[in-house]
């Protein structure tokens, strides 16, 4: 499924009303009577009666009193606020106000209204609805809005937003000024970014996808750029195990990197490798190290290759790195390298010389920082694992300005060396260099811990073994991951989960989603509830 910005929901939006020619009011009445079921369900569930409608004077607010019209049909005691005068309230909001006081309803504008009085409705509530704001907010949040959402967070009642909690950006998931604590919000059309990206993805709460009758026509003309990698896209990426396979047929990973206290690193990522299905997997790392890994990874070859004094690959491993690279199907090139300068200077003329498909990670992506300019353009299958401080570094930026808007610092990265770049954090973004990008939907705060990145990177590298593409080997794999983790958590708590583990699991995992046992991030809802 799509995840759109504001603009490209607007564009599909404006095309279904002057195109195919369903009146915006028709769209409106769907959105409203779908967000009212769900709230419908959540009372029912609550035992609940006493619900407070909040609504803007724009098309969030007529989706909310269509909402308020279908509740208080139902049974429901709505009481609707209106952050405006009704005389702000036009097109086709206004239809939809005129039809809710057509019904009996009363509408309670902000001029007319005691703070003590709006606070004294939202303490009685069993549910607020947020119909304040849609998709378009681009600034702050100010005057009677900002007021009234600090008074909906500060009442600490349950909480539907109408498609985006009021104060989140749609396109970033960024706060602006303040922002609604939704429980449930139910999005109209197609997802937004918002409600995957930075803190709106906590403050969405559990989403629900209304399909308000936006035509699959109109949707398919417009294909948006991002997509949310789900359990239905996942499963179709799954590589085949031939009944007649043999070990060669999976592909033979090399996984090349550790170095004095890390060699755990290149551990974990052979590992991850082996339980994401490559056929034969080989660890390189400085001479001294070796017996170490050959003890650890018994179903693992090993490589010694020339090292520092310190014990870390040397610029010396080079031609005999190479050499194994070129032998094996995918080089994993990283985990725990260190940032010795002479590492670094390997990682940068292993990554120029090596004709072969490559994953870089870690301390191998580190060693470019500054000579981002040289950065091969490969023709080659390539992927780039940065987290966020790595995905800084190499674009000269803030992290707080990677983690500002993840999508476009992937994409930049991703045109800039001509590769797939997967952005580690918080709902992963995997980008191609064609403009595409990919958001995950599985993962959390079980994965916070160390080791987990090694074991991603050599999921990636064991998938693009076994022939996938650049993108489907990253996605399916940050999908994978991510959901190793959230089945762990199911049964324990959210600390505790060792990248050890979560490796052991992935054949489980890719049971689970291939049984259809693994369900999507979000509830779809039709035109008809």
């Known amino acids: 499924m799509y995840a759109v910005t504001a603009a490209e929901m607007q564009a599909m939006d404006r095309e279904t009303i002057d ?60 009481a609707v606020f209106l952050a405006g005068h009704p005389t702000d309230v036009g097109g086709d909001a206004h239809t939809h106000m005129q039809a809710w006081c057509g019904v009996g309803g009363a509408v309670h504008a902000a001029s007319e209204i005691t703070g003590k009085r709006l606070a004294e409705a939202l303490a009685d509530a069993d549910l607020v609805v947020d119909a304040l704001l849609g998709t378009g907010l681009s600034k702050p949040l100010k005057g009677t809005i ?52 930075g803190p709106g993805l906590a403050l969405s709460g559990r989403l629900v996808v209304a399909d308000i009758g936006i035509p699959a026509a109109v949707v398919q003309r417009a294909d948006p750029p991002l997509q949310l990698i789900t359990a239905e896209v996942a499963r179709g990426w799954l590589p085949d195990r031939p009944a007649d396979a043999h070990k060669g047929t999976f592909g033979h990973v090399l996984v090349a990197g550790g170095g004095t206290g890390m060699t755990g690193a290149v551990v974990l990522a052979a590992t991850g490798a082996l339980k994401a299905g490559a056929g034969l997997v080989t660890a390189a790392v400085p001479a001294r190290f070796q017996p170490v890994v050959a003890t650890r990874l018994t179903e693992v070859m090993t490589l010694a290759l020339p090292e ?135 993962g959390g705060p079980a994965l916070a811990t160390g080791g987990t990145g090694d074991v991603l990177a050599g999921m990636i590298g064991a998938l693009l073994a076994q022939g996938l593409a650049a993108v489907e ?14 089945l762990w958590a199911e049964t324990h708590h959210p600390a505790g989960l060792a990248a050890g583990e979560l490796a052991r699991r992935l054949p489980a995992t890719c049971k689970r989603l291939l049984d259809g046992e693994v369900p999507e991030p979000f509830l779809c809802a039709g035109p008809l509830g």
């Not at 959402?149 to 500060?154: A, L, R």
């Not at 994953?359 to 040289?374: F, K, R």
């Not at 993840?406 to 403009?435: C, H, I, N, S, Y």
Request: proline share 5%; glycine share 10%; charged share 20%.
């Open 19 to 78: 195109t195919v020619g369903l009146p915006g009011v028709v769209l409106m009445e769907h959105a409203g009577t779908l967000a009212a079921a769900a709230a419908l369900a959540w009372l029912e569930e609550a035992r609940g009666r006493q619900v407070v409608v909040l609504c803007g004077t724009g098309n969030n607010g007529g989706d909310g009193f269509v909402l308020a019209r279908h509740l208080r049909a139902a049974g429901a005691e709505v």
């Open 146 to 197: 900002a007021a009234w959402v600090g008074q909906v967070n500060k009442a600490a009642r349950p909480v539907l937003a109408m498609d985006l909690p009021s104060g989140i950006h749609a396109d970033t998931g960024q706060v602006l000024g303040a922002a609604v604590r939704a429980d449930l919000t139910v999005t109209f059309g197609l997802p937004k970014r918002g409600h995957f990206l």
């Open 308 to 442: 520092t004094a310190d014990g870390h690959l040397a610029a010396a491993a080079g031609p005999d790195l190479l050499s194994a690279a070129r032998e094996r199907s995918v080089t994993v090139f990283g985990p725990g390298l260190s940032r010795d300068a002479e590492s670094f200077r390997l990682a940068r003329e292993f990554v120029t010389a090596l004709d072969g498909p490559l994953v870089l990670d870690a301390d191998g992506l580190n060693a470019w920082e500054g000579h981002m300019p040289q950065f091969p353009k490969r023709p080659l299958p390539t992927v780039l694992t940065p987290h966020p401080g790595e995905m800084a570094r190499l674009l000269g930026v803030t992290t707080d300005a990677v983690q500002a808007d993840r999508v476009a610092a992937a994409l930049q990265l991703a045109r800039e060396v001509e590769a797939v770049v997967v952005l580690k954090g918080a709902q992963t973004v995997v980008a191609d260099p064609f403009g595409k990008s990919w958001i995950n939907t599985t």
């Open 473 to 486: 080997a990253a996605a399916l794999a940050v999908y994978l991951h991510g959901l190793a983790a959230d």
